[in-house]
């Protein structure tokens, strides 16, 4: 069973930055597909970046790309999200997730093919 927390969340100004981190216990995330998911109050949850087991590479949501980057330390076994050029569009919780090392890379958008998830961390941008 993997254990998943998130943290580095907090109240910037927009155009600020932010990093977060997630930290996995239980298990190596070395072979797991990764991803940042996040949800905004009254909204759905949404995908926001991951990275495939299998290549090694990043994939994000259109409204992130170029603004955020996700990274994966195998031997340290976290998962990072830089975020910067905040906007006030990004306030939302944001979770980790991990697959079981079964996901396809067509289900990578979809939270459902995740097996376990962080409690998210809180992340507002406003002036």
């Known amino acids: 069973q993997v254990q998943l927390v998130e943290s580095g969340g907090g109240l910037v100004q927009p155009g600020d930055s932010l990093r977060l981190s997630c930290a996995a216990s239980g298990g190596s995330i070395r072979s797991r597909t990764m991803a940042w998911f996040r949800q905004a109050p009254g909204k759905e949850r949404e995908f926001v970046a991951a990275?495939?087991?299998?290549?090694?590479?990043?994939y994000y949501a259109e409204s992130v790309k170029g603004r955020f980057t996700i990274s994966k330390n195998n031997a340290e076994n976290t998962l990072d999200l830089q975020m910067n050029s905040l906007e006030p569009e990004d306030t939302a919780i944001y979770y980790c997730?991990?697959?079981?090392?079964?996901?396809?890379?067509?289900?990578?958008?979809?939270?459902?093919?995740?097996?376990?998830w962080g409690r998210g961390t809180q992340v507002t941008v406003s002036s």
């Open positions: 997730a991990a697959d079981n090392s079964r996901l396809i890379l067509s289900s990578l958008r979809l939270g459902e093919y995740y097996d376990y």
């Open positions: 990275i495939f087991r299998s290549y090694g590479r990043a």
